[in-house]
Protein backbone atom coordinates (compact mmCIF):
# COMPACT_ATOMS: atom_id res chain seq x y z
CA UNK A 1 0.00 0.00 0.00
CA UNK A 2 3.15 2.24 0.56
CA UNK A 3 4.73 1.31 -2.25
CA UNK A 4 1.16 2.44 -4.33
CA UNK A 5 1.14 5.97 -2.53
CA UNK A 6 4.90 6.32 -3.37
CA UNK A 7 4.57 5.45 -6.86
CA UNK A 8 1.21 7.27 -6.91
CA UNK A 9 2.98 10.86 -5.08
CA UNK A 10 5.87 10.25 -7.61
CA UNK A 11 3.36 10.59 -10.80
CA UNK A 12 1.68 13.54 -9.49
CA UNK A 13 4.80 15.18 -8.96
CA UNK A 14 6.14 14.21 -12.19
CA UNK A 15 3.06 15.37 -14.04
CA UNK A 16 3.35 18.71 -12.10
CA UNK A 17 7.11 18.91 -12.87
CA UNK A 18 6.10 18.10 -16.83
CA UNK A 19 3.76 21.26 -16.39
CA UNK A 20 5.73 23.95 -14.96
CA UNK A 21 8.43 22.53 -17.39
CA UNK A 22 6.52 22.88 -20.10
CA UNK A 23 4.95 26.34 -19.30
CA UNK A 24 8.08 27.88 -19.02
CA UNK A 25 9.54 26.71 -22.36
CA UNK A 26 6.42 27.69 -23.83
CA UNK A 27 7.16 31.67 -21.70
CA UNK A 28 10.93 31.57 -23.10
CA UNK A 29 9.99 30.34 -26.46
CA UNK A 30 9.32 33.13 -28.75
CA UNK A 31 6.13 33.56 -31.34
CA UNK A 32 5.79 32.15 -35.08
CA UNK A 33 3.51 34.25 -36.82
CA UNK A 34 1.67 33.34 -40.45
CA UNK A 35 -0.29 35.44 -41.92
CA UNK A 36 -3.86 34.33 -43.08
CA UNK A 37 -5.62 36.34 -46.14
CA UNK A 38 -9.32 35.80 -46.14
CA UNK A 39 -9.91 38.16 -48.85
CA UNK A 40 -7.83 41.04 -51.48
CA UNK A 41 -4.56 41.09 -52.44
CA UNK A 42 -2.07 41.50 -49.36
CA UNK A 43 0.53 43.37 -51.99
CA UNK A 44 -1.94 45.76 -53.43
CA UNK A 45 -0.74 49.37 -52.54
CA UNK A 46 -3.12 50.18 -49.87
CA UNK A 47 -2.19 47.11 -47.89
CA UNK A 48 1.25 45.97 -48.49
CA UNK A 49 2.59 49.12 -46.51
CA UNK A 50 0.77 47.93 -43.49
CA UNK A 51 2.42 45.96 -40.70
CA UNK A 52 0.91 45.00 -37.03
CA UNK A 53 2.90 46.22 -34.65
CA UNK A 54 2.66 42.92 -31.81
CA UNK A 55 4.62 43.01 -28.75
CA UNK A 56 5.07 39.46 -26.87
CA UNK A 57 5.09 40.18 -23.10
CA UNK A 58 6.90 36.72 -22.28
CA UNK A 59 10.42 36.46 -20.39
CA UNK A 60 12.26 37.98 -23.49
CA UNK A 61 10.05 40.92 -23.92
CA UNK A 62 9.99 41.01 -28.03
CA UNK A 63 8.76 43.52 -30.31
CA UNK A 64 7.38 42.29 -33.88
CA UNK A 65 6.38 44.22 -37.25
CA UNK A 66 4.18 41.25 -39.38
CA UNK A 67 3.53 42.31 -42.98
CA UNK A 68 0.14 41.52 -44.34
CA UNK A 69 2.24 39.58 -46.76
CA UNK A 70 4.17 37.32 -44.30
CA UNK A 71 7.17 39.24 -43.73
CA UNK A 72 8.26 39.27 -39.84
CA UNK A 73 10.50 41.93 -38.09
CA UNK A 74 11.49 41.30 -34.69
CA UNK A 75 13.40 43.22 -32.19
CA UNK A 76 14.24 42.30 -28.21
CA UNK A 77 13.53 45.18 -25.63
CA UNK A 78 16.20 47.07 -24.40
CA UNK A 79 15.48 49.07 -21.55
CA UNK A 80 18.65 50.71 -21.88
CA UNK A 81 17.81 52.28 -24.73
CA UNK A 82 14.26 52.93 -24.15
CA UNK A 83 15.01 55.63 -21.38
CA UNK A 84 16.39 57.41 -24.08
CA UNK A 85 13.88 56.89 -26.65
CA UNK A 86 12.30 60.11 -28.82
CA UNK A 87 9.25 61.45 -29.54
CA UNK A 88 8.89 58.79 -32.40
CA UNK A 89 11.01 55.95 -34.27
CA UNK A 90 14.16 57.87 -35.02
CA UNK A 91 15.97 54.98 -36.18
CA UNK A 92 18.27 56.51 -39.00
CA UNK A 93 17.97 59.52 -38.89
CA UNK A 94 20.91 62.18 -38.92
CA UNK A 95 22.56 62.67 -35.42
CA UNK A 96 21.55 66.53 -36.05
CA UNK A 97 18.42 65.95 -36.53
CA UNK A 98 17.84 64.21 -33.67
CA UNK A 99 19.16 66.62 -31.67
CA UNK A 100 16.57 69.18 -32.46
CA UNK A 101 13.64 67.31 -32.53
CA UNK A 102 14.79 66.84 -28.40
CA UNK A 103 14.33 70.37 -27.67
CA UNK A 104 11.89 71.43 -25.83
CA UNK A 105 10.34 73.48 -27.74
CA UNK A 106 9.98 71.79 -30.73
CA UNK A 107 7.23 69.74 -32.24
CA UNK A 108 7.02 67.05 -34.92
CA UNK A 109 4.80 65.96 -37.37
CA UNK A 110 4.95 62.74 -39.70
CA UNK A 111 3.71 62.23 -43.49
CA UNK A 112 4.64 60.02 -46.06
CA UNK A 113 7.74 58.76 -44.17
CA UNK A 114 8.90 62.43 -43.90
CA UNK A 115 9.47 64.30 -40.45
CA UNK A 116 8.41 67.93 -40.12
CA UNK A 117 10.20 69.42 -36.94
CA UNK A 118 9.30 73.04 -36.06
CA UNK A 119 10.19 75.33 -33.29
CA UNK A 120 10.55 78.77 -32.02
CA UNK A 121 12.98 80.05 -29.26
CA UNK A 122 12.11 83.84 -28.74
CA UNK A 123 9.66 84.65 -30.99
CA UNK A 124 12.18 86.61 -33.51
CA UNK A 125 12.73 83.33 -35.73
CA UNK A 126 10.91 80.46 -37.07
CA UNK A 127 13.27 77.09 -37.31
CA UNK A 128 12.28 74.25 -39.36
CA UNK A 129 14.01 71.31 -40.13
CA UNK A 130 12.23 67.79 -42.06
CA UNK A 131 14.16 64.32 -42.89
CA UNK A 132 12.75 62.00 -45.17
CA UNK A 133 13.48 58.40 -44.01
CA UNK A 134 16.31 56.30 -45.58
CA UNK A 135 17.87 59.77 -46.36
CA UNK A 136 20.54 61.40 -44.77
CA UNK A 137 20.41 65.22 -46.07
CA UNK A 138 18.08 67.56 -43.27
CA UNK A 139 16.67 70.72 -44.98
CA UNK A 140 17.16 72.87 -42.56
CA UNK A 141 15.02 76.52 -42.93
CA UNK A 142 14.54 79.78 -40.45
CA UNK A 143 11.61 82.30 -40.83
CA UNK A 144 11.30 85.57 -39.67
CA UNK A 145 8.49 85.09 -37.70
CA UNK A 146 5.36 86.86 -39.05
CA UNK A 147 4.14 90.19 -37.22
CA UNK A 148 1.20 88.61 -35.53
CA UNK A 149 2.83 85.65 -34.18
CA UNK A 150 5.62 88.32 -32.44
CA UNK A 151 3.24 89.24 -30.23
CA UNK A 152 2.56 86.29 -28.93
CA UNK A 153 3.86 85.06 -25.37
CA UNK A 154 5.67 81.51 -25.46
CA UNK A 155 5.05 80.11 -29.00
CA UNK A 156 4.12 76.40 -29.50
CA UNK A 157 4.40 76.02 -33.41
CA UNK A 158 2.79 72.76 -34.17
CA UNK A 159 3.35 71.73 -38.28
CA UNK A 160 -0.08 70.40 -39.18
CA UNK A 161 -0.21 69.15 -43.28
CA UNK A 162 1.62 69.45 -45.93
CA UNK A 163 0.22 69.80 -49.36
CA UNK A 164 2.30 69.64 -52.46
CA UNK A 165 4.86 72.81 -51.83
CA UNK A 166 2.93 74.24 -48.85
CA UNK A 167 3.12 73.18 -45.33
CA UNK A 168 0.33 74.35 -42.89
CA UNK A 169 1.38 75.41 -39.30
CA UNK A 170 -0.72 76.31 -36.19
CA UNK A 171 1.28 78.86 -34.11
CA UNK A 172 -0.52 79.42 -30.38
CA UNK A 173 0.42 80.97 -27.02
CA UNK A 174 0.77 78.16 -24.60
CA UNK A 175 0.55 80.91 -21.86
CA UNK A 176 -2.04 83.26 -22.17
CA UNK A 177 -5.43 82.36 -23.65
CA UNK A 178 -5.31 84.40 -27.28
CA UNK A 179 -6.57 82.47 -30.53
CA UNK A 180 -4.19 79.92 -32.46
CA UNK A 181 -3.42 81.26 -35.82
CA UNK A 182 -2.83 79.15 -39.07
CA UNK A 183 -0.05 80.16 -41.67
CA UNK A 184 0.88 78.41 -44.84
CA UNK A 185 4.96 77.72 -45.19
CA UNK A 186 6.07 77.94 -49.50
CA UNK A 187 8.83 75.37 -49.45
CA UNK A 188 9.68 76.06 -52.35
CA UNK A 189 10.34 80.26 -52.22
CA UNK A 190 10.41 80.50 -48.68
CA UNK A 191 7.83 82.77 -47.64
CA UNK A 192 5.18 82.61 -45.12
CA UNK A 193 1.63 83.25 -45.89
CA UNK A 194 -1.33 83.76 -42.42
CA UNK A 195 -4.13 81.82 -43.50
CA UNK A 196 -7.15 84.32 -42.15
CA UNK A 197 -9.98 82.10 -40.24
CA UNK A 198 -12.99 83.36 -38.70
CA UNK A 199 -11.71 82.41 -34.97
CA UNK A 200 -14.63 84.09 -32.87
CA UNK A 201 -13.23 82.83 -29.48
CA UNK A 202 -9.72 82.24 -28.04
CA UNK A 203 -10.16 78.73 -27.78
CA UNK A 204 -8.36 75.79 -29.43
CA UNK A 205 -8.44 75.31 -33.48
CA UNK A 206 -8.78 71.78 -34.82
CA UNK A 207 -7.86 71.61 -38.21
CA UNK A 208 -9.79 68.14 -39.45
CA UNK A 209 -8.07 68.34 -42.73
CA UNK A 210 -6.82 70.65 -45.58
CA UNK A 211 -6.87 70.16 -49.48
CA UNK A 212 -5.75 72.96 -51.76
CA UNK A 213 -7.69 76.09 -50.29
CA UNK A 214 -9.94 74.06 -48.96
CA UNK A 215 -9.79 74.19 -44.94
CA UNK A 216 -11.84 71.69 -42.45
CA UNK A 217 -11.89 73.13 -38.74
CA UNK A 218 -13.68 73.28 -35.65
CA UNK A 219 -12.71 76.00 -32.49
CA UNK A 220 -13.49 74.56 -29.37
CA UNK A 221 -14.81 77.24 -26.43
CA UNK A 222 -15.23 76.52 -22.33
CA UNK A 223 -18.45 77.63 -21.72
CA UNK A 224 -19.42 78.71 -18.26
CA UNK A 225 -21.44 76.64 -15.84
CA UNK A 226 -21.35 73.77 -18.75
CA UNK A 227 -19.74 70.66 -18.26
CA UNK A 228 -18.60 70.11 -21.72
CA UNK A 229 -16.89 72.22 -24.27
CA UNK A 230 -18.85 74.12 -27.07
CA UNK A 231 -17.32 72.83 -30.85
CA UNK A 232 -18.03 74.66 -33.87
CA UNK A 233 -17.35 73.52 -37.54
CA UNK A 234 -16.24 75.68 -39.96
CA UNK A 235 -15.49 75.20 -43.37
CA UNK A 236 -13.01 77.93 -45.01
CA UNK A 237 -11.22 79.30 -48.74
CA UNK A 238 -8.45 80.68 -46.71
CA UNK A 239 -10.60 84.09 -47.55
CA UNK A 240 -14.33 83.50 -46.57
CA UNK A 241 -16.06 80.90 -44.25
CA UNK A 242 -18.99 79.33 -43.52
CA UNK A 243 -20.22 77.31 -40.20
CA UNK A 244 -21.37 73.75 -40.91
CA UNK A 245 -24.78 72.69 -38.86
CA UNK A 246 -26.41 69.93 -37.81
CA UNK A 247 -22.81 67.52 -37.73
CA UNK A 248 -22.85 66.37 -34.10
CA UNK A 249 -20.94 63.26 -34.57
CA UNK A 250 -17.50 64.89 -36.24
CA UNK A 251 -15.76 65.61 -32.00
CA UNK A 252 -16.66 62.35 -31.15
CA UNK A 253 -14.71 59.83 -33.05
CA UNK A 254 -12.01 60.42 -35.80
CA UNK A 255 -13.26 62.83 -38.22
CA UNK A 256 -10.92 63.98 -41.39
CA UNK A 257 -11.00 65.04 -44.80
CA UNK A 258 -11.47 62.89 -48.02
CA UNK A 259 -8.23 63.26 -50.52
CA UNK A 260 -10.20 65.02 -52.89
CA UNK A 261 -11.49 67.51 -50.57
CA UNK A 262 -15.06 67.16 -51.08
CA UNK A 263 -16.50 65.34 -48.02
CA UNK A 264 -16.26 64.82 -44.33
CA UNK A 265 -15.38 61.13 -43.44
CA UNK A 266 -16.84 60.84 -40.03
CA UNK A 267 -15.69 57.66 -37.97
CA UNK A 268 -17.19 56.06 -34.61
CA UNK A 269 -16.37 52.48 -32.83
CA UNK A 270 -18.55 50.50 -31.21
CA UNK A 271 -18.07 47.01 -30.07
CA UNK A 272 -18.37 44.58 -33.11
CA UNK A 273 -18.90 47.29 -35.33
CA UNK A 274 -17.96 50.11 -37.41
CA UNK A 275 -19.90 53.58 -38.17
CA UNK A 276 -19.40 56.13 -40.35
CA UNK A 277 -20.98 59.40 -41.88
CA UNK A 278 -19.70 60.17 -45.30
CA UNK A 279 -20.67 64.33 -45.17
CA UNK A 280 -20.82 66.36 -48.79
CA UNK A 281 -19.75 69.49 -48.48
CA UNK A 282 -21.30 70.75 -51.92
CA UNK A 283 -24.61 69.04 -51.29
CA UNK A 284 -24.84 69.09 -47.38
CA UNK A 285 -26.02 65.65 -47.46
CA UNK A 286 -24.85 62.96 -45.00
CA UNK A 287 -24.73 59.09 -46.16
CA UNK A 288 -24.42 56.69 -43.04
CA UNK A 289 -22.28 53.08 -42.97
CA UNK A 290 -21.74 50.67 -40.94
CA UNK A 291 -20.51 47.28 -41.00
CA UNK A 292 -19.73 44.68 -38.49
CA UNK A 293 -16.05 43.31 -37.40
CA UNK A 294 -14.91 40.32 -34.80
CA UNK A 295 -15.52 40.51 -31.56
CA UNK A 296 -12.59 41.66 -29.47
CA UNK A 297 -11.88 38.86 -26.29
CA UNK A 298 -10.36 41.37 -23.91
CA UNK A 299 -13.02 42.90 -21.70
CA UNK A 300 -10.21 45.53 -21.39
CA UNK A 301 -10.75 46.07 -25.08
CA UNK A 302 -6.77 46.57 -25.52
CA UNK A 303 -6.90 44.50 -28.35
CA UNK A 304 -8.19 46.70 -30.56
CA UNK A 305 -6.90 49.15 -33.15
CA UNK A 306 -8.63 51.83 -35.56
CA UNK A 307 -7.58 54.47 -38.04
CA UNK A 308 -8.28 56.48 -40.39
CA UNK A 309 -5.98 57.34 -43.35
CA UNK A 310 -6.27 58.80 -46.63
CA UNK A 311 -10.11 57.77 -47.23
CA UNK A 312 -9.14 53.63 -45.54
CA UNK A 313 -10.13 52.14 -42.67
CA UNK A 314 -7.55 50.21 -41.45
CA UNK A 315 -8.67 48.41 -37.99
CA UNK A 316 -6.93 44.91 -35.96
CA UNK A 317 -8.85 43.05 -33.19
CA UNK A 318 -8.13 40.12 -31.33
CA UNK A 319 -10.22 37.72 -31.65
CA UNK A 320 -8.84 34.67 -29.86
CA UNK A 321 -4.85 34.19 -27.98
CA UNK A 322 -2.26 35.24 -30.72
CA UNK A 323 -5.05 35.55 -32.80
CA UNK A 324 -5.71 38.93 -34.92
CA UNK A 325 -7.98 40.13 -37.80
CA UNK A 326 -6.73 43.00 -39.99
CA UNK A 327 -9.61 44.80 -42.19
CA UNK A 328 -8.81 47.87 -44.74
CA UNK A 329 -11.86 49.01 -45.85
CA UNK A 330 -12.61 51.63 -48.37
CA UNK A 331 -14.96 54.10 -46.22
CA UNK A 332 -16.32 56.09 -49.27
CA UNK A 333 -17.76 52.99 -50.88
CA UNK A 334 -18.07 50.11 -48.03
CA UNK A 335 -15.65 48.05 -50.19
CA UNK A 336 -13.88 45.66 -48.05
CA UNK A 337 -10.55 45.84 -50.14
CA UNK A 338 -8.75 43.35 -47.37
CA UNK A 339 -9.00 40.80 -45.06
CA UNK A 340 -6.56 38.75 -43.05
CA UNK A 341 -6.01 36.70 -39.81
CA UNK A 342 -2.31 37.19 -37.85
CA UNK A 343 -1.65 33.93 -36.28
CA UNK A 344 0.99 33.24 -33.21
CA UNK A 345 1.36 29.58 -33.63
CA UNK A 346 1.77 29.15 -30.05
CA UNK A 347 -1.57 31.04 -29.15
CA UNK A 348 0.70 32.77 -26.78
CA UNK A 349 -1.85 34.91 -24.43
CA UNK A 350 0.97 37.23 -23.78
CA UNK A 351 1.01 38.40 -27.55
CA UNK A 352 -0.62 41.79 -27.77
CA UNK A 353 -1.41 44.20 -30.24
CA UNK A 354 0.18 48.09 -29.89
CA UNK A 355 -1.34 49.40 -33.31
CA UNK A 356 -0.62 49.08 -37.05
CA UNK A 357 2.31 51.11 -38.70
CA UNK A 358 2.69 52.17 -42.11
CA UNK A 359 5.94 52.06 -43.93
Known amino acids: M ?4 FVLILAVVSFLTLGIYALFIRSIDESDFIVETVQGDPKQPAVRSVQAELYDEGLKKVDYNVALDGRVEKAKDNWISGMFEGPYNENGAPADFRRFIRSDYVLTFEQQGTTYAMGTKDNNKWELQYWEKGKQRVVKK ?33 QNDSETLLY ?32 VYYTTEIVEGADDEKQTLYLSDGEKSQ ?17 DGTKLI ?20 SIKHKISIPSVTDE ?9 KDDLIYTANRTGD ?38
Open 322 to 359: GVFNVLVIDALSERVIYEGNIKDKLKRTETTLNSLVYN
Open 2 to 5: RKFK
Open 243 to 259: RLKGLKSFGDGETKLST
Open 300 to 308: SGSGEYTEL
Open 142 to 174: IFPAPPEARKLGETQLSPDKRFGNSLYVLAQDI
Open 184 to 215: KIDLKNDTIQKINLPVISKGEIIILGIHNETI
Open 266 to 285: MLECEPKKLNWTIYDLASKK
